[in-house]
């Protein structure tokens, strides 16, 4: 395992030396500055944006969600701004092409959605320092276009926004980047300007690829006003040690929420990781003291088991709480390590009369989610990676019926070692 590097400057801030150590910061500002104002204010101000493109986050979402509650922990206020205003454009940082255009009834079901996630991630919800929540619809909408591009577009250099990551990438790869798009930049500029004068929140955090949106705003407010120095603190994106998204598998995102993503696929997920990502998620997505989780990851192969146990007991049960995630490790050793149906796998229920005239195999395997498409599933037969009560299927036209029902009407359907699905059925 490799070491955590030094910090460039010996911080005196709590937060910066635990953040530093658990690897969540990429780059800043201002180390010194920005140190000074955090161990001088105990109570100082930062924030988050978070844009309502779903119903829900993904484990994508989960480092600026646990840096907020890192720095919650440290005394200090954490504050979320929603974009219901910019979610209204779309973010062109890390696409190759233009999101899709959401309305505003849509948006604002998703902001609701997402909102129930803060109340779960943050360590005090009703402490002084809890969450505090802004959607930056209520500023950005009512603006006039004529008297900001004269108040604000004249503050903002071209130049300089061309050369913004989320700009200057798509341009060198010759791919479309409208006029809406563009202006992302210009509107998250402006929420930094809002959140420094109306709440003196003078900190923006967020992942690396927000770096050019983020220092935009702070030149924007050095320019146009005589507030307190504003900055900047940026995350890693959240990839794997060969450098691939995490939070991506073969059937799609892994959600935050429950309905979207159970709870079982959820701990299985973390149970799932790597050895080479196993420290790093552990310092990242747990509370878990840094040295403990050294001792933990201190090994090679097999031993690093108890360490995944861990790290998929402490981010479930942040999320979806201790009794969850207790279900979830109790499935997971009658599944794997009794060989027996655990009760919290992944439910689908069928009919007895289904069942007496016999069920396509493969429509059992799109019903319970393990296959996406039928092309999937003949595939994955072909392979032999399915599994009904862990023998190997080979037919592709084989039908599910009752005679591969236990006495307590229920079968274990598998795909490959890692993903299973309890199935009953009903009169």
């Given at each position: 395992?490799?070491?955590?590097?030094?910090?460039?400057?010996?911080?005196?801030?709590?937060?910066?030396?635990?953040?530093?150590?658990?690897?969540?910061?990429?780059q800043c500002t201002d180390y010194q500055a920005l140190?000074?104002?955090?161990?001088?204010?105990?109570?100082?101000k930062a924030y988050i944006g978070f844009d309502a493109t779903a119903d829900s986050l993904h484990v994508g979402s989960l480092t600026p969600l646990m840096m907020l509650r890192l720095f919650q922990k440290h005394g200090h206020q954490p504050i979320i701004v929603m974009g219901g205003g910019t979610s209204l454009i779309g973010d062109p940082s890390g696409k190759d092409t233009t999101r899709a255009l959401l309305d505003k009834n849509t948006i604002h079901k998703n902001s609701q959605a997402i909102q129930?996630?803060?109340?779960?991630?943050?360590?005090?919800?009703?402490?002084?320092?809890?969450?505090?929540?802004?959607?930056?619809a209520t500023w950005l909408e009512p603006l006039a276009l004529i008297p900001f591009l004269r108040d604000i577009g004249r503050h903002l250099s071209v130049n300089r926004m061309l050369n913004a990551d989320s700009v200057r990438l798509r341009l060198e790869r010759e791919q479309h980047l409208s006029f809406l798009e563009f202006n992302y930049m210009v509107l998250q500029a402006y929420d930094f300007l809002v959140m420094a004068q109306q709440h003196a929140c003078?900190?923006?955090?967020?992942?690396?690829?927000?770096?050019?949106?983020?220092?935009?705003?702070?030149?924007?407010?050095?320019?146009?006003?005589?507030?307190?120095?504003?900055y900047g603190l940026t995350m890693p994106l959240l990839t794997t040690a060969q450098g691939a998204k995490m939070g991506k598998t073969a059937q799609g995102a892994i959600w935050l929420h429950a309905d979207k993503t159970s709870v079982w696929d959820y701990w299985q997920f973390w149970r799932n990781c790597r050895d080479d990502d196993v420290r790093r998620c552990l310092l990242l997505f747990t509370d878990i003291d840094v040295d403990t989780i050294h001792a933990l990851t201190d090994h090679a192969g097999e031993k690093l088991n108890d360490a995944k146990k861990a790290l998929a007991d402490a981010t479930t049960q942040l999320l979806h709480g201790a009794d969850a995630a207790r279900d979830a490790r109790k499935s997971a050793d009658a599944t794997f390590e009794k060989h027996h149906i655990g009760h919290h796998l992944p439910l689908t229920t069928l009919t007895q009369q289904e069942l007496e005239h016999g069920l396509p195999l493969i429509d059992?395997?799109?019903?319970?989610?393990?296959?996406?498409?039928?092309?999937?599933?003949?595939?994955?037969?072909?392979?032999?990676?399915?599994?009904?009560n862990r023998q190997t299927i080979t037919d592709e036209h084989m039908t599910l019926s009752l005679q591969h029902f236990d006495t307590d009407k229920q079968c274990i359907l598998s795909k490959g070692k890692k993903h299973h699905r309890r199935i009953t059925y009903t009169p």
């Open positions: 395992m490799n070491a955590t590097p030094s910090p460039p400057y010996p911080f005196r801030s709590s937060f910066l030396q635990e953040a530093w150590a658990r690897g969540f910061i990429h140190d000074n104002v955090l161990h001088t204010h105990k109570d100082a129930t996630l803060f109340d779960k991630i943050q360590c005090a919800p009703k402490a002084p320092n809890a969450f505090q929540s802004f959607n930056n003078y900190i923006q955090m967020g992942g690396s690829d927000q770096w050019g949106n983020i220092t935009t705003g702070i030149e924007l407010a050095r320019k146009k006003t005589s507030l307190p120095p504003l059992v395997l799109m019903t319970s989610a393990l296959c996406q498409s039928r092309s999937d599933a003949k595939r994955l037969i072909a392979q032999q990676a399915i599994k009904i």
